[in-house]
């Protein structure tokens, strides 16, 4: 059994974590310095999207993590699809929405963000082709028995 993936995946998530929790520290202090000379439609914006993405960013690595080690189907496709339908819409919008005013610190930030999202949806799709396959064969074994 190759378990390469999954290692790969594992620490692609736990870097991520790292970057996050940097990520919210930065974001949030930029964010709290700008918010007097940003548009009302764009604060309003940002700052949903800011709280939006530290709910879905802790549950989407939680998800990862967990179900990455026990290699379990659901959460990994749920990891899967908070990915690809939620988070790279709501890094996308801070990371190219010239109405933001952002810092090159946070265009660094939120393009780290963006990338180590990208090599998860590729790695997390691999680990979940994988972990489907244990559980079609831990399936097909007790049904023969």
Do not use: D
């Not at 939680?62 to 890094?91: D, K, W």
């Not at 180590?116 to 790695?123: A, G, K, R, S």
């Amino acid at each position: 059994m190759n378990y390469r993936n999954m290692l790969l995946l594992q620490k692609c998530l736990y870097f991520n974590l790292y970057v996050f929790l940097v990520w919210i520290l930065v974001v949030s202090f930029f964010l709290f310095m700008k918010l007097s000379i940003l548009g009302h439609l764009t604060k309003y914006l940002a700052l949903t999207v800011f709280t939006l993405l530290i709910i879905i960013e802790s549950t989407r690595l939680y998800l990862g993590h967990y179900g990455n080690l026990s290699c379990r189907v659901p959460e990994l496709a749920g990891f899967l699809m908070l990915t690809t339908l939620m988070q790279m819409p709501l890094i996308s919008f801070f990371l190219f929405n010239p109405y933001l005013l952002s810092t090159p610190t946070e265009i660094v930030l939120h393009g780290i963000l963006w990338v180590v999202t990208i090599f998860e949806v590729v790695l997390s799709f691999l680990a979940l082709r994988q972990a489907s396959s244990i559980a079609k064969r831990i399936y097909l074994k007790q049904c023969n028995n």
